[in-house]
């Protein structure tokens, strides 16, 4: 039974204990600037609003596992 234990804990990909909430536009002008910033386990959250033009269309997470919300209200992308 330990063997199973050790086994899962090596086949779970790691979250870093210090995962980050990275604010739009608070710290980052666009959602894809943020979600570039952002590593696997943070989360971008953006404010209610009106997101238009360069970097707010078209987004890419680049692969990794993050959350992306919304602060409350209505955003508009």
Known sequence: ???????ILL???PFSVNALT???PAEH??????????QTG???L???GTYSGDGNWD???GGKELALLGSGGQVRI
């Open 29 to 38: 002008a666009t959602i894809q600037a943020a979600l570039d910033f952002a």
């Open 22 to 24: 990275i604010h739009v």
């Open 1 to 7: 039974m330990k063997h199973v234990a050790i086994l």
């Open 11 to 13: 086949l779970v990909p």
């Open 59 to 61: 987004l890419s997470f």
């Open 42 to 44: 943070d989360t971008v």
């Open 46 to 48: 953006v404010a209610p």
